[in-house]
C-alpha cells in the first residue's frame, strides 16, 4: 500500500487594523514561524490587511508558490489560503446573514463573513477543494439556540458548498475559525449534512480522562485553541461557564472528507484521505515578546493519503462521530438536528420581527420630533440655544435614518434569509420522511 501525506494548518490571526493588539509584530512572528513549517495547506483568518497577507505570501513563498487573498464585505473576508499545490479555481460565498449593521462592537456585518475556496490539483488525489471560513461570533454557547442563529445559517450554508464539491467529485478539505463547540449545532449541522470528518476527533478518538486538567493538559486533551489562560490575550478575560469548565474552547478545525462519485473513470480504485494526527500549535509566546501569536492557537492535521485499495465512492470516515462513521455514507441530517435547527431559526425569525416593528416605531417618532423641531425653530428665546438645537436635529435625524433602514431594509433582508433556509429544511424533512416511507 503506498501513501503521501497531506500537512495542513489553521490559524485565526486576529489582524484587525487599528483594533488588534500588537498587529504588525504578531504578523511578523506569524510569518517566519510559517516559513519553518513544511505544510501543503495553510488556512488563515482574521488577516485583513493586504500588507500583512503579502508578508505572510512572501515568507512562505518558497513551499507554497499559490495563494489566494479573498475579498468580501465592506472591510473584506480576512480570508486567505496558501498551497503548494496549482490552484485551478477560487470562489468566495459570503454567508447571507452576518449580525446586524447596528452592532458596530461586533462588526461582523462589516467584515463579510464568508466561506472562500479553492480548488487543488493534486498528483494524487486530483481535485481537492479547499475551503476556509469564519463564522458569526456572537452568541456563544449559553442561552436560547436562537442566538446562534446567523451562525446557524453560515453552518447550513457551508455544509451546502462542502457536499457540493464532494458530489462534483472533488476531495473536500475545510478549515477555520468556525466560532462552535464540537457539541454544538452548527458542528452537527457541518458533520451531518456534508459528512466532514473532524481531524482532531479521528486522531483523538477516546475521551479524555483528566477530571482537573491544568491549561496546558486543556490544550493536549481537548484540543482548546481559544480562550486558553496560556494565551496572552485570553487571561483574565471574562469567560463563559463552558471555558471556564475546560480551561478554553476548540473553536477552531481542519476537516475533511472523500467524493461522493469521480468525474471521470468512476471505476478506478479512489484513494482514501484519513487523518493520523492532528495538534494545537503555536501555543507559545512570540519570541523575545510578552505576548502571544494570536488571539487563537493554530491547529494542524497530517491526512494521510492511502492508495492501492478500492476505496468505497461514498466513504464516509469511520471515526466520524458527527455523521456516524460509515453507515452513514448517505450523509443526511438527523431528526433532532432538523427539528432544533427550525426552532432555533423560527424563533430568531420572530425576534427579528419584533425588533423592526420597535426600530420602525422609532423611526417614526424621530419623524414626529423632526416635525416639532421644524416648527419650533422659529421661537428659540436665545442665540446661544441654535448649535445646540442644530446638533440635536442632526441626532434626531441620524437615528431615524439608522431605525429606517434597521426597521424595514435590514429587518426584510433577515428575515427573509431566515425564512429561505426554513424553507430548504422542511423540504429537506419531507423528503427524508418520503424516502423513508418509501424503505
Not at 472528507?257 to 507559545?284: A, I, M, W
Not at 432538523?338 to 423592526?356: D, E, K, P, W
Not at 429544511?425 to 423528503?431: P, R
Amino acid at each position: 500500500m503506498a501513501s503521501d501525506q497531506l500537512l495542513v494548518l489553521s490559524l485565526n490571526c486576529w489582524g484587525l487594523k487599528y483594533v488588534a493588539k500588537n498587529r504588525t509584530e504578531r504578523v511578523a512572528a506569524i510569518a517566519n514561524e510559517l516559513a519553518k513549517f513544511e505544510h501543503d495547506i495553510i488556512a488563515l483568518q482574521e488577516i485583513w490587511v493586504f500588507a500583512d497577507y503579502e508578508h505572510v505570501r512572501d515568507s512562505v513563498l518558497k513551499r507554497l508558490p499559490y495563494s489566494k487573498f479573498f475579498y468580501s464585505g465592506a472591510l473584506g473576508s480576512g480570508l486567505a489560503l496558501f498551497s503548494r499545490f496549482p490552484i485551478l479555481a477560487t470562489a468566495v460565498h459570503p454567508y447571507s446573514l452576518n449580525g446586524t449593521p447596528i452592532d458596530v462592537a461586533g462588526g461582523d456585518w462589516f467584515v463579510g463573513k464568508a466561506a472562500a475556496s479553492i480548488i487543488i490539483s493534486h498528483p494524487i488525489l486530483g481535485q481537492v477543494q479547499v475551503f476556509n471560513t469564519h463564522l458569526y461570533a456572537k452568541g456563544g454557547e449559553d442561552g436560547p439556540e436562537h442566538n446562534r442563529a446567523h451562525r446557524l445559517v453560515n453552518a447550513w450554508e457551508f455544509s451546502k458548498l462542502a457536499r457540493q464539491a464532494a458530489e462534483l467529485g472533488r476531495y473536500v478539505i475545510a478549515a477555520g475559525d468556525f466560532n462552535s463547540i464540537p457539541s454544538s449545532l452548527p458542528m452537527a449541522l457541518i458533520g451531518e449534512y456534508a459528512a466532514l470528518s473532524d481531524s482532531w476527533a479521528v486522531a483523538h478518538p477516546t475521551s479524555p480522562t483528566i477530571s482537573n486538567p491544568s491549561a496546558l493538559e486543556a490544550v493536549a486533551q481537548f484540543g482548546v485553541t481559544a480562550d486558553s489562560p496560556l494565551n496572552s490575550y485570553s487571561a483574565g478575560k471574562p469567560i463563559g461557564p463552558y471555558a471556564r469548565k475546560f480551561l478554553g474552547k476548540r473553536l477552531d478545525y481542519i476537516l475533511y472528507r472523500q467524493p461522493v462519485r469521480p468525474l471521470t473513470r468512476p471505476d478506478d480504485p479512489l484513494p482514501l484521505l484519513t487523518c493520523t494526527e492532528c495538534n494545537v500549535v503555536l501555543t507559545e509566546k512570540v519570541p523575545g515578546r510578552a505576548f502571544s501569536f494570536s488571539d487563537h492557537f493554530g491547529v494542524e492535521a497530517t491526512l494521510e493519503i492511502r492508495t492501492g485499495n478500492q476505496a468505497p465512492m461514498d466513504l464516509v470516515d469511520p471515526h466520524n462521530v458527527w455523521a456516524g462513521g460509515a453507515a452513514a455514507a448517505a450523509s443526511e441530517l438527523s431528526g433532532d438536528s432538523v427539528s432544533t435547527a427550525m426552532q432555533a431559526l423560527a424563533a430568531c425569525y420572530r425576534f427579528s420581527r419584533q425588533r423592526a416593528r420597535k426600530e420602525l416605531t422609532i423611526f417614526a417618532l424621530c419623524i414626529v420630533v423632526l416635525v416639532i423641531l421644524v416648527v419650533g425653530s422659529s421661537w428659540l428665546p436665545h442665540a446661544w440655544i441654535n448649535p445646540i438645537f442644530i446638533l440635536f436635529t442632526v441626532f434626531v435625524a441620524w437615528l431615524g435614518t439608522t431605525m429606517l433602514y434597521e426597521g424595514f431594509l435590514y429587518g426584510n433582508w433577515e428575515c427573509n434569509a431566515l425564512m429561505n433556509v426554513i424553507e430548504e429544511l422542511e423540504i429537506y424533512k419531507n423528503s427524508l420522511e418520503i424516502q423513508a416511507g418509501r424503505r
